[in-house]
């Protein structure tokens, strides 16, 4: 059932799993989790945090503004989708997240039968400090350890510290739109390409 996408020939990986703390470049201690429900308390961190992101780093419309737009759009991909946020104390200061590439919902139980779109945000405070690296490779080891092998994002063309993130953890570029890059990866033990 996975799409017509192109993925590279060789997996990439193993990648590290949630939970794992890091000391970032400016020698703050994060922790990195992958919460086992996306309600209640974590779900008001992430939003919190979404309410303190620069809406001039938005990409392709998301995280959507005002918190209550925010709340919406995290409730609605929140069942489905596979997270992952980084804290430092108690504030969520990153979040990646997987969002399943179909409307079938008895698809997403098999996992890696289907695709998983990948985002990432970090609170620009908290950018260039060798987060968004580990929280990507924690969702990407977490997405492998649950069975999910088939992952792609776009990104914007310009966005060169992004795509050298993306290429840099086994991201390929598989098309282009006007203003997008596709990227996509194969996870490590996945048989399928």
């Known amino acids: 059932m996975v799409g017509t996408r192109q993925y590279p020939d060789e997996p990439s990986g193993p990648f590290p799993s949630?939970?794992?703390?890091?000391?970032?470049?400016?020698?703050?201690?994060?922790?990195?989790?992958?919460?086992?429900t996306f309600t209640g308390e974590t779900l008001d961190a992430v939003v919190g945090m979404y309410a303190e992101f620069d809406p001039t780093d938005r990409a392709q419309g998301i995280p959507p503004t005002g918190e209550e737009r925010i709340r919406t759009w995290l409730e609605a991909i929140g069942d489905d989708s596979v997270n992952v946020v980084a804290r430092d104390g108690d504030d969520v200061i990153a979040h990646a997240m997987l969002v399943p590439d179909t409307d079938d919902l008895s698809a997403?139980?098999?996992?890696?039968?289907?695709?998983?779109?990948?985002?990432?945000?970090?609170?620009?405070?908290?950018?260039?400090?060798?987060i968004g690296t580990t929280l990507l490779e924690n969702l990407l080891g977490h997405a492998s350890d649950i069975g999910i092998d088939h992952v792609w994002l776009t990104v914007e063309r310009w966005n060169n510290p992004a795509i050298a993130l993306y290429e840099r953890v086994g991201f390929e570029s598989t098309g282009t739109e006007s203003f997008e890059q596709e990227m996509a990866i194969l996870l490590e033990g996945s048989d399928e390409h």
């Not at 890696?112 to 400090?129: K, T």
């Open 18 to 36: 949630p939970p794992t703390t890091i000391e970032d470049r400016d020698g703050r201690s994060i922790e990195i989790r992958a919460p086992e």
């Open 108 to 130: 997403i139980e098999h996992r890696s039968d289907i695709e998983w779109e990948l985002a990432i945000f970090v609170l620009q405070a908290y950018q260039r400090a060798g």
